[in-house]
């Protein structure tokens, strides 16, 4: 089964298709650049949703559900956005097909011609600020603390899946305020709610930091983000958080009645994360075996494996454990399928990547033991049976910190100051990582170092030292280190 | 506040769109037939959906995620599909905008035609059953149990927000079985599934039955239903199951290799839900001061509103009884806003159909006593502070139940039998609801029947009795009475 993989030393790349599919995450579709989120795939997604919901519901946000379809007009209202969103779109152009007159099937009915073409929503800022106007008269209406969970549609020309598909799931949250520090303030306390969530539950972790202006959201003051390392040392924009300020409000007219009797424009946030954090968390954590999941986001964290064979008093055994763990709240599936070997099924609960594996056989049981091995660093103990409920409820506990420490010493171990053009080079070529470097704060400086290296600026972290230096390319003066990477 | 709403007596119509936008469940939306769900509609929608994809994994069925577009010709594959659903359908056939040269915004971009022209989901079936090929090999590789939670568009012409839009949102459950019986036994679990959903939770009787032929699903080969009954005497289809057969199999060439070894084309159901139900559900209980919610699916089960201003005691005594309430499930929240007056809160938590209203006074207080006010009945009574939690538990079950048997009393007493043409065209003009008749059988009788009355077939109910009678229209005979009504 694990010689299926590619290794990630081999091919990466390969490596990760291979997970996406073995572990049957995802198959390609036969539309372009779509996929299909298979059921293991999907309960991934369902549980980092559930989190980041009540996360979101924790903090006061409400959701609500706005429509699929902007009018085309609606994307030009707000300059900057027309510029970084309005060009690969899917377009709706007519909304009947009839019979082929020649018996070819259905054709689209030319009849039936949109009078203004709707676009499928690559995000939701401008329709949901047309409503916005309806919803808000004076500060009594303030704030507005919406998040949706939709499909978006950006027609991307290269996809890999989850990390890139023309179709994909997120949440997006549309915030209105009566100030400017409000409106501030909830996007950094967004960007702090998606890093814990990362952290905690993905066991993934990131760094905080602004966009330049460059990488900003088309339509924002501030974009914020966190950035994580995938294990071939290329970074990943993990979630964005936008101060808008007024640019939506004034683009869609959204005025309020403020505590001075003042008519003003309200103030803006907007911030999501997508499907593209399952492409992270494989990439995260995974190895060429097949798929490790922390245990907080593992459909079925623990599977019992009567060996050899599922005799009665085995699967009595494993039910017992099995309920003993559910009432710790621990998701468990017994197998006891006859007809798979149990190297067969080891094989495949690896793939899949369930964090533990409890093997059940006669001669263990007879010793008052049973066999747990552990998914992320494959190591086996024997177990006494009377207290294996307590033992396997700590290990996933500490599954989830090794987890989170594996990958923070990988991702610290490859954050590299450069202090020399040559060194900076040589950094993103061949060690790769996060390369801490000083830079002249202009988007000339940045397009270029892109275009010598495929290093992008992936962010000014919001811990970054105040310490004068000269930017790495061009020598001028610099207050404070960024983060270059090549990225995802 | 009230006096807003137009009466059900006057304009049940009206009556429903007040009761939409004043209860703030839905907006109307900038694109023609696409409502916004406001927070308390999707509140409600969140907690019907959470309801159902309990039960659905509860029966075995897993989620997934499947393109939100369709290639244009795998509509044309099944016949009987391509004729009920490749009509009114949004078509995208570009991907690309780009500056309108003449500085008009955005326009097409005529190169990004596409080869072959998308259709925005209208139901999943050729999709699923496309990629269903690629996974069943044998028998081994059934049952697969799917289910999917989506937005789909139906070009409608003329909408009602929840109960017929052009996008909306539902669950699509589409199964493969290796056996005919398996498949029939899955679509007729599934109907038990909605009938127990609307009537435990959404406290909304419903008859079990089979469509006529003419009102089937598009490539089934059977459709069952539950159909529900509006205060207004028209039915409402509130959910489906199909028995498709070896329909999509066919048209898509999914074979499997059954146990004695030969090739077969593989069996399947679907079945949905639509926020249709959030449509049905308002209809069903609420009155002319507003919504009425069932306690089980109430984003807010209990309202306290301190009387009349918030002193800190009352407050204090407020947070002691919602923390008792909370721990038996209730979800409770506090209104000690200043600025708005009781009567107004009062109304105001009427109509967004709160079940239960406690309103706290000092002089109730210094009595030991606190005020209980039910939504459904209007009743208030006193009851001792010291035992209100378990009393406001029990009244919410009491609740429940009381919509439910109000419901159905309607129900009953609006399904009546007719064994003359006159008879039945005066009942279904006069006083509505299920008309309960023989039928002959064919198409053309039932069509004649709505041309002249505009009532349709509702069902086959899976109870009627074995009767020989003569059909309502021509005479020829029948071997059960049907039920037929006006319906959305």
Redesign the interface.
């Known amino acids: 089964m694990a010689k299926e993989i590619t290794p990630r030393s081999e091919d990466y790349s390969q490596w990760y298709l291979d997970i996406v599919h073995k572990a049957r995450m995802a ?1 390609n ?3 372009r650049g ?6 293991h795939g ?2 991934v ?2 549980k980092m949703r559930d989190a980041l919901d009540a996360m979101f519901k924790e903090t006061g946000h ?15 209202r707000e300059a900057a956005h ?1 510029e970084g969103f ?14 082929d007159p020649n018996g070819g ?2 054709v ?1 009915d030319p009849e039936a011609k949109l009078e203004e ?4 929503r690559p995000t939701s800022e401008t ?1 949901i600020w ?2 916005y106007k ?1 919803w808000i008269q004076s500060y009594r209406d303030l704030p507005i603390l ?1 998040n949706q969970w ?2 978006v ?1 950006r ?1 991307e020309m290269r996809t890999r899946p989850f990390l890139r598909t023309a ?1 994909f ?1 997120w949440q997006e949250g549309h915030t209105a305020h009566a100030t400017s520090e409000e409106a501030v303030k909830e996007t950094r306390m967004i960007l702090d709610v998606y890093a814990k969530f990362a952290e905690e539950f993905m066991a993934m972790p990131v760094i905080k930091g602004l966009k330049s202006e460059n990488e900003r959201f088309a339509g924002a003051v501030d974009t914020y983000c966190i950035e994580a390392l995938m294990q071939d040392g290329k970074a990943l924009q993990a979630g964005t958080s936008h101060f808008l300020g007024q640019n939506f409000a004034k683009a869609f007219d959204v005025l309020f009645l403020n505590k001075e009797n003042q008519q003003e424009h309200v103030w803006a946030t907007s911030w999501g994360v997508s499907t593209r954090l399952v492409g992270g968390l494989i990439m995260t954590h995974s190895d060429d075996d097949g798929l490790v999941l922390p245990p907080k986001l593992a459909p079925i964290q623990v599977v019992i494996v009567p060996i050899p064979k599922p005799f009665p008093n085995l699967i009595e055994v494993a039910e017992k454990i099995a309920a003993d763990l559910r009432v710790k709240g621990v998701s468990v599936k017994i197998d006891a399928d006859e007809q798979n070997r149990p190297g067969f099924k080891f094989a495949e609960y690896e793939m899949i990547g369930v964090p533990v594996r409890l093997g059940l056989g006669q001669r263990d049981l007879d010793a008052g033991q049973i066999e747990v091995a552990r998914r992320d660093t494959k190591e086996k103990t024997s177990v006494p049976i009377d207290t294996i409920a307590d033992h396997v409820a700590q290990l996933l506990d500490d599954i989830q910190n090794n987890l989170f420490e594996r990958a923070r010493a990988y991702r610290d171990a490859h954050i590299t100051e450069a202090n020399t053009w040559e060194a900076f080079e040589e950094l993103i070529e061949t060690k790769g990582g996060f390369v801490s470097a000083h830079w002249d704060g202009t988007t000339e400086t940045e397009v270029a170092i892109k275009e010598k290296t495929k290093a992008t600026l992936r962010c000014i972290p919001l811990d970054a030292k105040e310490e004068a230096g000269k930017c790495i390319l061009t020598g001028k003066p610099s207050a404070r280190r960024v983060l270059f990477a090549k990225a995802y």
């Not at 073409?117 to 499928?120: A, G, H, K, S």
């Open positions: 198959d579709s036969p539309v779509c996929m299909v989120i298979k059921p999907f309960a997604w369902e409400v959701n609500a559900y706005f429509p699929l379809f902007i009018p085309k007009s609606f994307l030009s027309v309005a060009k690969e779109c899917a377009v709706v152009t007519h909304y009947r097909l009839k019979n099937g259905v689209v073409e709707l676009i499928v329709i047309d409503t309806d919406i939709a499909n549609v027609w179709e799931l």
